[in-house]
């Protein structure tokens, strides 16, 4: 069950680890390739996309940032947010990767970097097919699912393609934070009292995000069990 909102696991730890996911579409969507490209400029394109940039280089606030997207088989895919930040700075790390999902949905983005988004996508192409175990997956997977057999004839075709109105068009698609799930395990208590500079706080994400904020208890990794404390 995929249900929007706020989620932690209260830890005596010094950094707090964040994921931010929302569900997205099926393999075989028309927005696909444009979700790709997106996701380039928005968090998955290493320093240059717009996260890491904000988030890494800009405030200082992580050593690694960035967002991820996958098209699912089977079920919605997901895209992903996800950071790890000082307890007092998760708060604003999460505002800012939440304000970058609005500014990619209420602004073209520039020429410059589509076509640097476009390359990025493209020079990944060949890490799909590697390894043998990585070629056997996408083809069992292009099999199962039923997907044309001249998909990855044309792929970097469509990929070039792709426009900036495509790349806002996707995002407001997919990128609802009122949607998105947060998940966050560390020192709940300085976490959601957010900065010390007053920048953002725990609650400022809520009313951004909605939904509950809900505690979550540790579970055992091996049977799923509640931990005692």
């Known amino acids: 069950k995929f249900t929007p909102g706020i989620y932690f696991v209260d830890q005596d730890v010094p950094q707090g680890s964040v994921r931010i996911a929302v569900r997205t579409i099926k393999q075989g969507d028309p927005d696909a390739i444009a979700a790709s490209v997106m ?15 904000r ?3 800009d405030e200082g ?12 088989v089977w079920r919605d895919g997901v895209w992903r947010g996800y950071f790890d930040s ?8 999460t505002k800012i990767i939440l304000e970058e999902v609005g500014k990619i949905k209420n602004q073209l983005v520039s020429e410059e970097d589509l076509q640097l988004a476009k390359s990025g996508v493209i020079e990944s192409f060949p890490s799909m097919f590697q ?3 990585r070629m056997l997956s996408v083809f069992v997977n292009d099999d199962i699912s039923g997907r044309d057999v001249d998909y990855w004839t044309n792929y970097r075709d469509r990929i070039n393609t792709i426009t900036v109105e495509d790349v806002q ?24 009292e957010g900065d010390l ?12 995000v909605g939904g509950d904020i809900t505690e979550l208890p540790l579970r055992n990794p091996m049977t799923l069990e509640v931990m005692n404390e």
Do not use: C, H
């Open 39 to 53: 996701n380039n400029i928005l968090g998955g394109g290493g320093f240059t996309s717009r996260i890491t940039r």
């Open 55 to 57: 988030v890494r280089s």
């Open 61 to 72: 606030l992580a050593y690694s940032a960035g967002s991820s997207f996958s098209a699912g």
């Open 86 to 93: 000082k307890n007092p700075t998760v708060a604003l790390a």
């Open 131 to 133: 390894t043998k175990d």
């Open 169 to 192: 068009r996707v995002a407001k698609r997919l990128l609802n934070p009122k949607e998105m799930l947060v998940l966050i395990v560390g020192d709940w208590g300085v976490i959601s």
């Open 197 to 208: 500079e007053g920048r953002a706080t725990m609650q400022d994400i809520s009313d951004i």
